[in-house]
């Protein structure tokens, strides 16, 4: 017996060493990896502006409190940003090449690149772009290059904006799953689709408005870059008249018709390096490791703190995809305690999400205000419980493109009564009092329990409406008779007086700055998350199944398919009531 407990303490001893050393290994490589080496670039290069990788607008910093091990991103947008402003004066970059991009980029984050890429060109320096095809996105970004190139078997897909909604009120009749929704705002539409099986006249007028203002901003961008007028633009939509090489040259929509190798020569001819040769290119995401370390100054003593809240408002902590109380809250107060931060910018890029959370950094940003100033900087999205935590900032700053607005709340509870009865199923309660079962989704929704559950629904509404009309100084009756729900681009926001500025981040830095009375300052990027030994692992075993996990449902599915599925998967998600956008938009 001795000799067997001998062996398997052996036994025992030999794994649990093996499980020390390998996640050693794994930790060691991992703090190794994270300091990556910054690129050297060489003289006379140019910029690949690839943004396939590139989706947030901060790619975040994260702090595992169990081994003291802090690891930082820079592949955002506010980094894409910053290394194109650093490129303006680099005498060793000559110009930026937009080649083949397919980027996922929201209108809002791509007008920010198209600006900052039109400084560019000031200095002198080149940008040009070449695809086998322009989608319509893509078209809107790289139309800012001196010179757009296109192969001579492609297309330009111009033809204006839309969007669609599936309505499913005849399929939950036909399963037996349906959905018990209880809302304020006759323009509420994310839960439109469960109530109808076609569009209300409410939510096409909010669209069509909502869709010619998008249109709009764009087409005077692309105007002013093309040189053409908008309704030359809005003709060659109609007309679908970029869609072949030849067309979208007579239209001015591009200026050579080329093949990649023309492209390619023609930037060694910039460059006055022989055809021959290899001409010297650094990707965006590289230089942006480079340009992290020069762009800020930090001699400079005074911060403007540059806090980041994107993706569906949720309670928790958060990350870079979810706006959690945790982390934002955290930055907010570290941020108005530090004596060197003279302001906050607070970009929100959310389409709303958890109502009480939503109060609750509302609360904090409240809180915040009587120590320091608190700009808002809106991105792709700032809607329902987005423009909730953007209200009472001292000023906010959209884009033109901007979807806002969507002040209203709802509630939605699934239910599967008929589907239970369809399959032989019946729930029998008992209970002591006449409300204590709740809500079984199992039964016909209790009509006292809704009446309830509407009263907390227009709680929370008149709530939300207080908060708007205290931040925006109007009366409540005013923010009623233009909530309800209904969304708004940046451009409409501001004439309703929702949005003060029209103007990206830089503006809203810039602005702060005045209002936090320096004019020599440095910015410091908010939130730093927090997470454990547990989310370090996921990143080397949890994640990387996920990834093989969604490209297969990706293949199977279909874009479309598997982004339905997502939304499922979003909707069971969602806890108590909701501040959130009306529906998922796509504009394509």
């Not at 020569?265 to 942006?288: F, G, H």
């Not at 509870?413 to 079962?437: C, D, F, R, W, Y």
């Amino acid at each position: 017996m001795k000799f067997l407990g001998n062996v398997l303490a052996t036994v025992i001893g030999l794994f649990v060493f093996w499980m020390i050393f390998f996640f050693g290994i794994i930790i060691i490589g991992a703090i190794a990896g994270g300091n990556e080496d910054i690129v050297t670039i060489e003289e006379n290069s140019v910029i690949e502006l690839d943004l396939s990788k590139v989706t947030l607008d901060y790619a975040g910093k994260t702090s595992y409190k169990d081994f003291n091990y802090f690891e930082a991103d820079h592949d955002g947008v506010t980094d894409i940003l910053n290394a194109i402003e650093a490129a303006k004066n680099d005498d060793k970059i000559k110009g930026i090449s937009i080649l083949n991009n397919q980027s996922q980029l929201g209108l809002a984050q791509m007008k920010s690149v198209r600006d900052k890429l039109e400084e560019f060109k000031k200095t002198g320096k080149f940008v040009y772009a070449y695809a086998n095809n322009y989608s319509q996105g893509e078209y809107y970004l790289n139309s800012v290059a001196n010179k757009v190139y296109l192969n001579p078997v492609g297309e330009v897909d111009f033809k204006g904006l839309s969007a669609e909604i599936l309505y499913l009120k005849e399929l939950q009749e036909k399963s037996g799953v349906k959905f018990e929704v209880i809302r304020h705002g006759k323009y509420k539409s994310a839960v439109e689709p469960f109530l109808a099986q076609e569009m209300s006249p409410e939510n096409r007028e909010q669209m069509t408005v909502l869709l010619n203002s998008v249109w709009s901003s764009i087409v005077a961008d692309i105007a002013k870059s093309r040189k053409v007028t908008v309704a030359q633009l809005d003709a060659i939509a109609n007309t679908l008249g970029a869609r072949t090489p030849e067309l979208a040259l007579a239209n001015k929509m591009i200026d050579k018709i080329a093949y990649e190798d023309e492209y390619h020569n023609a930037i060694r001819n910039l460059l006055k390096v022989d055809k021959k040769e290899k001409y010297n290119s650094v990707s965006i995401t590289d230089y942006a490791k480079t340009a992290a370390l020069t762009v800020d100054d930090y001699s400079k003593d005074d911060i403007i703190a540059v806090i980041y809240a994107q993706g569906e408002i949720m309670s928790g902590e958060g990350d870079v995809n979810i706006i959690g109380e945790g982390s934002i809250k955290r930055s907010l107060e570290e941020a108005r305690n530090d004596d060197d931060v003279k302001a906050i910018v607070l970009r929100v890029d959310s389409p709303g999400g958890n109502a009480l959370t939503s109060e609750l950094i509302w609360r904090e940003i409240e809180i915040t205000k009587k120590v320091k100033p608190v700009v808002v900087s809106m991105g792709n999205y700032a809607a329902s419980g987005g423009y909730y935590i953007a209200a009472n900032a001292n000023r906010i700053f959209a884009e033109p493109n901007t979807i806002t607005g969507s002040i209203g709340v709802f509630g939605m509870l699934p239910n599967m009564n008929q589907l239970g009865k369809n399959i032989g199923i019946n729930a029998e309660q008992v209970k002591t009092h006449a409300n204590a079962s709740g809500y079984s989704i199992f039964e016909p929704i209790d009509e006292n329990y809704k009446s309830y559950a509407l009263e907390s629904i227009e709680k929370t509404y008149a709530t939300f409406l207080k908060r708007v009309a205290d931040g925006r100084k109007m009366t409540t009756a005013q923010v009623d008779a233009m909530a309800q729900g209904r969304v708004w681009t940046g451009m409409d926001a501001k004439k309703l007086g929702l949005v003060d500025e029209i103007g990206g981040l830089e503006a809203a830095i810039k602005y702060a700055a005045k209002l936090g009375k320096t004019t020599s300052y440095r910015t410091e990027n908010f939130p730093e998350y927090e997470k454990n030994f547990e989310d370090f692992l996921s990143n080397f075993t949890g994640i990387a199944a996920l990834k093989t996990k969604e490209q297969l449902l990706k293949e199977q599915l279909g874009e479309e398919g598997f982004q339905m599925l997502e939304q499922i998967k979003r909707l069971k998600s969602r806890k108590g009531i909701q501040a959130m956008m009306p529906y998922e938009l796509n504009i394509r």
